[in-house]
């Protein structure tokens, strides 16, 4: 039997698309954190998106992943809601 050539470490594509999925997620966060208009609650979302990525990092159970994401994507709606209402 040959040897796989790649190394150990190595993503499925299942993993890496939803690698792909998680830093869009991140992204799309501190993106809608910079739209904040006060210093301070702007420096507070950055530390707690920051942290809560840093604290799920090595979570490998599928499902655990997909929901975390869902989560992440709500409450991302509700960031970009309560900015909009706050420039109205």
């Not at 210093?39 to 490998?60: I, P």
């Given at each position: 039997m040959a040897a796989s050539r790649l190394p150990p470490a190595t993503l499925t594509l299942k993993q890496f698309m939803r690698r792909q999925q998680v830093l869009l997620l991140y992204?799309?966060?501190?993106?809608?954190?910079?739209?904040?208009?006060?210093?301070?609650?702007?420096?507070?979302?950055?530390?707690?998106?920051?942290?809560?990525?840093?604290?799920?990092?090595?979570?490998?159970?599928?499902?655990?992943?997909?929901m975390m994401i869902t989560q992440g994507n709500m409450q991302l709606k509700e960031l970009e809601k309560t900015l909009a209402l706050a420039r109205s």
């Open positions: 992204r799309r966060i501190l993106q809608a954190i910079r739209k904040v208009p006060n210093d301070s609650d702007r420096r507070y979302l950055k530390d707690w998106a920051r942290e809560e990525f840093k604290r799920n990092k090595n979570t490998t159970e599928e499902d655990t992943i997909r």
